[in-house]
């Protein structure tokens, strides 16, 4: 039974035929008690059908902003660990249970059951805001390292335009200068050979 839709994709490919069920939960922005309570009430079904044996969650268990561990946890049948005994227990002790044992298991072992698959998702999703956020910061560290390459080129690109138009505005100034200086000299080389030939008191 997958979680959301991308879970169902990615197995699809080698499990498809293990794929039971999918539950959709993507569209809910804050996870509550009753969507894993809805989760546990069908795989208990399930197993009380006989449609499985053991029953393990698989999720993505939280440690910081940039690692998550995958893990996977049996749920059904609950792991029981035993506690090391550090004192004898006095011999003839009974105790007696209000309701029995049965009705006790009865109710804690479901709970348990929803309380652990919750525990999951809020893990899980605690993995993928953690991933969205680490992903996000490289992204925008690479945004912010392009975005300097891209003004560095553009100032370097912009300074070289800059200096071409002064060198054509300095190149156009100087061609001008010579050429009014030319026909400076030509004039003045024009007037010395009219007076040459005109009377001297008319020369300037």
């Not at 499985?52 to 969650?57: E, K, L, N, P, R």
């Not at 550090?86 to 309380?115: F, K, Q």
């Not at 050429?179 to 300037?204: E, I, N």
């Amino acid at each position: 039974m997958n979680r959301t839709e991308y879970g169902r994709d990615q197995l699809r490919r080698l499990y498809s035929r293990y794929i039971i069920d999918t539950v959709e939960l993507t569209a809910v922005k804050r996870l509550a008690f009753s969507d894993a309570l809805g989760i546990a009430r069908r795989v208990l079904d399930m197993y009380a059908d006989g449609q499985f044996d053991v029953a393990t969650i698989v999720y993505a268990r939280f440690k910081s902003v940039i690692s998550q561990e995958p893990t996977a946890q049996r749920l059904i049948p609950a792991p029981v660990e035993i506690a090391p005994q550090t004192a004898p227990v006095a011999a003839g002790a009974v105790y007696d249970y209000e309701p029995d044992e049965a009705e006790i298991l009865a109710d804690l072992l479901p709970r348990n059951v929803s309380v652990q698959i919750f525990r999951a998702l809020l893990e899980n999703a605690a993995s993928e805001q953690g991933a969205r956020m680490s992903a996000m910061d490289s992204a925008t560290r690479n945004a912010g390292e392009v975005i300097d390459r891209l003004t560095l080129q553009y100032n370097r690109s912009r300074q070289a335009m800059i200096t071409k138009e002064l060198i054509e505005i300095i190149s156009g100034a100087e061609a001008i200068s010579w050429l009014t200086r030319r026909r400076q000299l030509a004039r003045a080389a024009a007037t010395d050979g009219q007076c040459s030939k005109m009377r001297r008191w008319r020369c300037p």
